[in-house]
C-alpha cells in the first residue's frame, strides 16, 4: 500500500565497495587509485561476468541504488542490473565518462 503524503526514510547512506563481495568476472583486476571511494575501483578488462552484493535493510520496501562508474569505452559498456533476482527492465549503458577516469558519474536505479 502507498500513501502520497508519506514521508520515506531510508537511514544513513552505505557504500559497497567491489572488494567486500563476490565477483565473479574472470581476469578483473582491482586497481589502487586515489581519486576512487576506498581508494580503489574494479577493472573488468573487458570480460563479462557479474558482481553480488547482499544488502540488509531494517525494513522491507523499495530502496533506491545508486551506481557510481567511470567509463573509458566509446561505447559505453553495457549491464543487465538484477536487484532481487529480477531484471530491472533495458539493460543499462554506462557511457564514457571524461577526462579519463577522473570524471565518476552517478546513475540512479529505483527498483521494479
Known amino acids: ?3 502520497n ?13 567491489p572488494e567486500n563481495t563476490k565477483i565473479r568476472i574472470p581476469g578483473y583486476v582491482l586497481k589502487a587509485y586515489s581519486g576512487a571511494s576506498n581508494n580503489s575501483y574494479l577493472d573488468f578488462n573487458g ?7 547482499s544488502v540488509e535493510v531494517a525494513n522491507n520496501g523499495i530502496y533506491p541504488i545508486d551506481i557510481v562508474f567511470g567509463g573509458i569505452s566509446m561505447d559505453g559498456s553495457t549491464m ?7 531484471s530491472q527492465n ?3 549503458v ?5 577526462p579519463l577516469f577522473t570524471g ?4 540512479r536505479l529505483r527498483p521494479i
Open 5 to 17: 503524503d508519506t514521508k520515506l526514510e531510508y537511514g544513513s547512506d552505505r557504500i559497497y565497495e
Open 47 to 53: 570480460s563479462e561476468g557479474e558482481i553480488v552484493w
Open 94 to 98: 554506462f557511457r564514457q565518462t571524461h
Open 80 to 86: 543487465d542490473i538484477l536487484i532481487n533476482v529480477i
Open 104 to 107: 565518476w558519474k552517478k546513475k
Open 1 to 3: 500500500m502507498h500513501w
Open 90 to 92: 533495458d539493460p543499462i
